[in-house]
T-cell receptor, first 115, second 113 residues
Framework: DAGVTQSPTHLIKTRGQQVTLRCSPKSGHDTVSWYQQALGQGPQFIFQYYEEEERQRGNFPDRFSGHQFPNYSSELNVNALLLGDSALYLC??????????????FGEGSRLTVL | AQSVSQHNHHVILSEAASLELGCNYSYGGTVNLFWYVQYPGQHLQLLLKYFSGDPLVKGIKGFEAEFIKSKFSFNLRKPSVQWSDTAEYFCAANAGNNRKLIWGLGTSLAVNP
């Protein structure tokens, strides 16, 4: 049973560029959440997708956008990259239980470095 | 603002020592509480969770946590740590009407053999 897979694992971009990160949820999971984890910090919630729609969003600017596909996989897009966007981006999948987040299953993350 | 705070940022213990990691949250209503662990080079994984019921919850690998509503706390404990418990530990919470998890800054635990 495959867990959560993310790609790419590492990438380097320059300021102003755009990046797309990809996530395949754990088999049977229908909900995908994205988190940003800066060095020495806990994860920060970016948004959650369910039924191909953004269901809830954290305090991130519109430069951060996402998508969920019919097979439940998801993408995170960041436009106009800033140095401060350098972080580990985590994808977490779960089974929808309404407002109860339940157990999140995490991928290894995508390490983004913005130069 | 809703927040989760972890009091210990770095903890160093010898094997067989007892462990207690503090976690406090700021929600006033219904709350779901979690402890996640990240072993070196691995992804985050759930240690234990509290939704309702018995405030003493048991997780994997001998960990337990106690929910004390009056203190807004959810401290993690283990009576005897092992070298393999060396990891980063995160406390997280979500309010009853909110789907996002709020995370603490994490505690780095190093267990010396």
């Amino acid at each position: 049973d495959a867990g959560v897979t993310q790609s790419p694992t590492h990438l380097i971009k320059t300021r102003g560029q755009q990046v797309t990160l990809r996530c395949s949820p754990k088999s049977g999971h229908d909900t995908v959440s994205w988190y940003q984890q800066a060095l020495g910090q806990g994860p920060q919630f970016i948004f959650q997708y369910y039924e191909e729609e953004e269901r809830q969003r954290g305090n991130f600017p519109d430069r951060f956008s996402g998508h969920q596909f019919p097979n439940y996989s998801s993408e995170l897009n960041v436009n106009a990259l800033l140095l401060g966007d350098s972080a580990l981006y985590l994808c977490a999948s779960s089974l929808d239980r309404g407002f109860n987040t339940g157990e999140l299953f995490f991928g290894e993350g995508s390490r983004l470095t913005v130069l | 603002a809703q927040s989760v705070s972890q009091h210990n940022h770095h903890v160093i213990l010898s094997e067989a020592a007892s462990l207690e990691l503090g976690c406090n949250y700021s929600y006033g209503g219904t709350v779901n509480l979690f402890w996640y662990v990240q072993y070196p080079g691995q992804h985050l994984q759930l240690l234990l969770k509290y939704f309702s019921g018995d405030p003493l919850v048991k997780g994997i690998k001998g960990f337990e946590a106690e929910f004390i509503k009056s203190k807004f706390s959810f401290n993690l404990r283990k009576p005897s740590v092992q070298w393999s418990d060396t990891a980063e530990y995160f406390c997280a919470a979500n309010a009853g009407n909110n789907r996002k998890l709020i995370w603490g800054l994490g505690t780095s635990l190093a267990v010396n053999p």
